[in-house]
């Protein structure tokens, strides 16, 4: 084998997400559909967020539609930042930030998944272990099923969203240390 081919390593999410403490990082958790426009916001925000060197103590999952898969990585951690679109009627590409104390504080025009991803935070706030959860929202106007593009003011409004996560997470960082 060359030098410059590397053989894929499969990682068992739950062995990753265990094999080190990970309750001083925290967690960008993008949600959505990446097959259907600007609903995939979240994971394209993840995507964009890979081609980043990030502070050690982030790690970034996509994490698709959400449900109930996730909460074995959720409870690793002390600190999530979920990421996800919205039909909540603002301006498309409107970023949000949210600090819920219960699921019935996120918003009611999540999209299409918003059942799944309220339920697994209402599953969340039942561990022994629970995180501190924050939630980006970015504003869409519609969902395109089968495609991968973004409309222009979603696409414009990952890397002010990458920001703001940014800054969230040096204040995370400051309020422990």
Known sequence: ????QRVPVAISSDAYFFEKDKSESILILGIGNYLMGDEGVGV????HMNNMQLPSN????DGGTGGFLLLSCIEAYGQIIFVDATMDGKKEGTISLIKPKFASDFPTALSVHDVGLKDMIEAVYLLDKKPEIQLITITINEMKPMTLE??????????????LILDLTKEVYANHN
């Open 1 to 4: 084998m060359k030098d410059d």
């Open 150 to 163: 973004l409309s222009n003011n979603v696409a414009q409004a990952i890397p002010k969203a990458v920001d």
């Open 44 to 47: 394209q925000l993840i995507q």
């Open 58 to 61: 982030i790690d970034i999952l």
